[in-house]
Structure formats: C-alpha cells, structure tokens
C-alpha cells in the first residue's frame, strides 16, 4: 500500500457532475497516475492518466467527459466528470504506475481504497 486516499463520491443525477480527489503521499515515486473504475462483476475499466510531464490519456469512453489533473506538487490528483451517466456508477480508484511503459497501457502498481459514485437517472 502506498497510501493514496480518494474522496469526493457521491450521488448525483444523470448529466450531473463530481470531482474526485486522490491525496498522493509526498515521498511516492510514480512516473504517472490516473483512474480506474469498478463495477461488481465486471472487468476494471482503466479512465484516465497523467504523466509526470503533464501528458493526459483517456479512454474512449470517457474522452471529452472526464478531465484529469494533478496540482503543481503532484500530491491532489483530480478527475472532473462531467455529463455523468447511470452507466458511470461505479467505484473509483486513483492509482500509479513506475514506467513509461505501465503508464502507456494503464498498467497500475498500487491504488486506494476507492470512492463510490452512484448516477442515477
């Protein structure tokens, strides 16, 4: 465990928004964070990332909706979601990975205990 805590879940209508929040332990050494989501049963859907250099990913699922960030210390990350869907709910974890190689592919290392969102509609 490496720390990272998520917060900022919740309920919220569809074509709401939430902004979630990842509080990164000061001494972690990550080459880029992001997001992944889960929903019981189904397969950990990767969302967004951010390199150590500012170079955002998204995946097609959520281009456009969702936007990723990280303040300038690298200790909050953040993902604003915008024009949320009943389909978005989910719990969301912030995560790391080491290499350029893991960040590329949404390879992630370590995450947090994770926030719930729940869309209704």
């Known amino acids: 465990q490496v720390g990272l805590v998520e917060s900022g879940g919740g309920s919220v209508q569809s074509g709401g928004s939430l902004r979630l929040s990842c509080a990164v332990p000061?001494?972690?050494?990550?080459?880029?964070l992001g997001w992944f989501r889960r929903i019981p049963g189904k397969t950990r859907q990767d969302l967004a990332a951010i390199d150590h250099d500012g170079t955002t990913r998204y995946s097609d699922s959520v281009k456009g909706r969702f936007t990723v960030s990280q303040d300038s210390a690298r200790i909050t990350l953040s993902l604003q979601m915008n024009s949320l869907k009943p389909e978005d709910s989910a719990m969301y974890y912030c995560?790391?990975?080491?290499?350029?190689?893991?960040?590329?592919?949404?390879?992630?290392?370590?995450w947090g205990q994770g926030t719930q969102v729940t869309v209704s509609s």
């Open positions: 000061v001494n972690i050494q990550s080459y880029c």
């Open positions: 995560a790391v990975a080491h290499s350029a190689y893991n960040c590329g592919r949404m390879i992630w290392t370590s």
